[in-house]
DNA sequence: AAGTTTAGTTAGTGCTCACTCACTTGTCCA
DNA sequence: TGGACAAGTGAGTGAGCACTAACTAAACTT
């Protein structure tokens, strides 16, 4: 296997271990175990564990806002905006984009080289979303706030939580926008009438 | 100085480590170092690194969901919203609690305990809300996930980041909510009239 | 056939970390 | 005066970690 390929195949196995540990409680050998090869091996392809996390969160971002454009093709304006809703609740469906990327918020408190492709993933989706929707800096905001909200409810896990209040919190951006068919972008684009 | 007295010092010092290195990237001898103590005696006091953790988590919920408390006594329906949400904006300021309430809900997804801590803070958080504002639930969802935006905005420091997107996500949750007297709430509540 | 490059491993190394144990010091009370 | 108890420490320990050095094996080149 050359070694682009077996690059691309660790950095998905990389994936899915930091979304689950973040950076500092993901191990090399944890990684490594999961690609299926040997641990040294990773500093050969990447040169540090850091570099190889900076890689993950950039491809996480990059991915989630491919899956934006995708699914704003063809379409403007708000429908644009409700498709790459609809488009974000698929990938909540296998959070680990999403926790990445909240680790990545969270690692770049204290490392330079995470905040900066953080920003540089947040830059890219703020891109997309307005170039795909044309939507006004507040629509835009609202809906990457109720992202934000999306991910904490992600990593809190609520959508399996029978209490009132997860539900509450959860409703509107787990299943009805998973399930619903046209209330979906009302309701996140202009939360304000309520449903109380 | 009583047990208790150092305990609740402790946990003060911990809060400023914990907000800037997370749970697994902090170390109990940088926390002892921070409150002045021996670190075999953080677990004397704590029983395990992590129970302290659990406790700094639920003292930053609790704190906020105090600072949301006070903000909105006295006030009733979208003033105590605004309140609250102005009360936000002093807490980010210092934003170790918000940077400790983010590292908790990464710390989830591995750990129960952590979890089970975020959940009862999000409970708290909701229902003070709820309570002191009398929103409805659509108003309520809005306004927290425009929180876990500033949240984000306050770890990769975009406010002091002199970009276009930047300034276009962070201009109203930082800046606008700071110091906008009256625009905000209508705003953050109902962002859909857009100001493009 | 010989040399070079590429993919990959085994066997470490030094360091950090959570946690423990045995000890000391001071205070309160009989 | 002496003893129980609470606050607090110094010195360690074993495990896990990121990272390195030195090596093997196959494929490609000339």
């Known amino acids: 296997m050359s070694a682009d390929e077996r690059r691309a195949l ?4 990389a994936t899915t271990a930091f979304a689950e540990g973040g950076y500092e409680g993901t191990s090399t050998e944890d990684v490594a175990r999961r690609a299926g090869i040997s641990q040294p091996y990773i500093f050969r392809l990447f040169g540090s564990k850091k570099e190889l996390f900076v890689e993950v969160v950039r491809a996480c971002f990059r991915r989630t ?14 429908e644009a905006l409700e498709a790459m809703g609809v488009a974000y609740s698929e990938l909540v469906k296998d959070p680990e984009l999403l926790l990445v990327e909240m680790h990545a918020f969270t690692a770049s408190v ?3 080289s995470v905040r900066e492709v953080a920003r540089d993933g947040m830059r890219l989706i703020w891109g997309v979303a307005r170039r795909a929707s044309g939507a006004g800096t507040g629509d835009l905001q609202a809906w990457l706030a109720m992202g934000m ?9 609520l959508e399996e939580l029978d209490e009132g209040w997860a539900r509450d919190i959860a409703w509107m951006p787990g299943p009805c926008i998973l399930e619903g068919p046209g209330t979906t ?9 309520g449903r109380s």
């Open 10 to 13: 660790v950095v998905r196995a």
């Open 65 to 78: 806002a491919a899956a934006f454009e995708r699914a704003a093709e063809g379409l403007e304006g708000p």
């Open 110 to 112: 204290h490392d330079d």
């Open 149 to 157: 909200l999306i991910n904490v409810v992600a990593a809190l896990g």
């Open 185 to 193: 972008d009302e309701q996140r684009a202009a939360p304000h009438p």
